[in-house]
């Protein structure tokens, strides 16, 4: 097959945004269109570089076929609708129960989460698995919020010689799962991204929420310390922002369209986030809402400045074009 | 003067390149995207030339949505083709489609043609 061919089947590829089974499978099937096709021309007695030029030029624009076939996939099923909205269903309940703080429950639902997490992520990455991964990554950043307190004291005595120096071994064991928590969130992160950015940002969406709501009831109390009124405060509010999230998700995979997808994302999690922010800090002005919206505009467009830096397609994909050469390739053509 | 045909006909196609498809495969019982691309023009005498790239997102489509079956065969020659073939639910779209379409172009005529009575 002519390099034109190969390079315009490349651009399809590059803005295809779909899993790989899926990307291989079309991809495969372009590449018997062109093999026919150009054979075809060829025994019209039409050389096979003019052959080559001519089926890319009555296939289309590479962009445009690529949009056409995300469209065809990017919805999914009611199903998939479920499971997407399912996370945050179950959090949002552990907030309206205010279970949240229970030893027992809250870590079950927790583990319960990264366990279909896991699975999901070894069964192929369907499009639901997005949302569970991002309550996932969200005890690892509790986690290192509750224990800032031990690098803070380190930071205070080095600085300013008012703290005293926490143990050597309590040091260490912060300092290593701060390296472990970053490394599994920017690794996470980055395959998301590689796979589809706007799946990363679906992904992203309950953490600065999340993260507000954490910073409120610590300011009130040790999270984990005290259980009293008052840091069940916000818990009918976070139940509320949670169910919002979980239809955002649902709305998102009915969707066809990337960028009214995009949108969905930034307009309900804006309103979201403006609800949260609202009960925790009291009265927001105007400006304030604009503030937040434009926060999480930026916020959710990080995942695609990162695809620019990292690029599209997953580990092992590099070899995608020997792969189809390999199966779908004809031994007379 | 800008070609009207170039901009018209791309808009009818669009809107029924499902219910073509569907027919066609109904027809043929299991075809695949090449065979119905030529098939779409030969019958149409050349008239229906439709971007090539389009007519495999829409198979896709019909698939996804559950009126088509999708399977790779593997030919004497090594190489992979993927064959569509209709499903009960797709052939019930298309008999609703396909009665929709000739009343809608009966309804059509009749406006362009009025029956003088």
Redo the contacts between chains.
């Keep these: 097959m002519l390099t034109e061919v190969i390079s315009y089947l490349h651009q399809i590829k590059s803005h295809l945004r779909l899993d790989p089974t899926t990307e291989k499978?079309?991809i495969?099937?372009?590449y018997?269109?062109f093999?026919?096709?150009v054979s075809e021309q060829q025994r019209f007695g039409i050389n096979e570089k003019e052959a080559s030029r001519q089926a890319i030029k009555?296939?289309?624009q590479a962009k445009?076929?690529a949009r056409?076939?995300y469209?065809?996939?990017s919805?999914g099923s009611w199903m998939d609708a479920l499971m997407i909205g399912l996370p945050h269903l179950m959090v949002a309940i552990l907030f309206a129960s205010h279970l949240w703080h229970h030893y027992v429950v809250a870590p079950l639902v927790f583990i319960l989460i990264v366990s279909v997490t896991l699975f999901g992520w070894w069964s192929g990455k369907p499009s639901w698995l997005y949302s569970w991964i991002g309550y996932s990554l969200f005890p690892l950043l509790l986690v290192g919020y509750i224990s800032r307190s031990i690098p803070g004291q380190v930071i205070s005595f080095l600085f300013w010689g008012e703290a005293m120096l926490p143990s050597l071994w309590s040091l260490t064991l912060v300092i290593s799962s701060y390296i472990i928590y970053t490394w599994i969130i920017v690794r996470t992160t980055i395959r998301v991204v590689k796979r589809d950015w706007i799946l990363a940002s679906l992904m992203l969406i309950p953490l600065p929420i999340l993260g507000c709501w954490l910073y409120n009831v610590e300011q009130s109390g040790n999270v984990l310390i005290n259980s009293g009124v008052v840091i069940h405060q916000w818990d009918g509010i976070m139940a509320f922002a949670l169910l919002i999230l979980g239809i955002t998700s649902l709305v998102f995979i009915r969707l066809r369209q990337r960028i009214i997808k995009f949108l969905a994302l930034v307009i309900l999690s804006s309103i979201t986030f403006t609800i949260v922010a609202h009960n925790l800090w009291g009265d927001i002005g105007f400006f304030s809402v604009i503030a937040l919206a434009i926060f999480m505009l930026l916020y959710l467009l990080i995942p695609a400045l990162v695809e620019s830096r990292v690029g599209h397609g997953e580990k092992g994909s590099d070899n995608w074009w020997q792969d189809i050469q390999i199966?779908?390739?004809?031994?007379?053509? | 003067m800008r070609n009207i045909q170039s901009e018209y006909l791309p808009d009818l196609l669009r809107g029924n390149t499902d219910i073509l498809l569907l027919s066609l495969i109904d027809e043929m019982g299991s075809t695949y995207?090449?065979q119905m691309i030529k098939e779409i023009e030969r019958r149409s005498r050349g008239f229906l030339q439709c971007?090539?790239?389009?007519i495999?997102?829409?198979l896709?489509?019909l698939e996804?949505d559950g009126f088509t079956k999708g399977e790779w065969r593997v030919?004497p020659?090594?190489?992979?083709?993927?064959y569509y073939q209709v499903t009960s639910s797709g052939q019930r779209v298309l008999a609703k489609k396909l009665a929709i379409w000739q009343e809608f172009t009966a309804a059509v005529n009749l406006v362009f043609k009025p029956i003088k009575s």
């Design positions: 499978q079309i495969g099937e372009l018997t269109h093999q026919e096709k009555s296939f289309g445009t076929i056409l076939f469209e065809a996939h919805k199966d779908y390739h004809s031994t007379t053509t | 995207g090449y971007k090539e790239g389009t495999y997102p829409a896709r489509k996804n030919l020659n090594g190489q992979r083709r993927r």
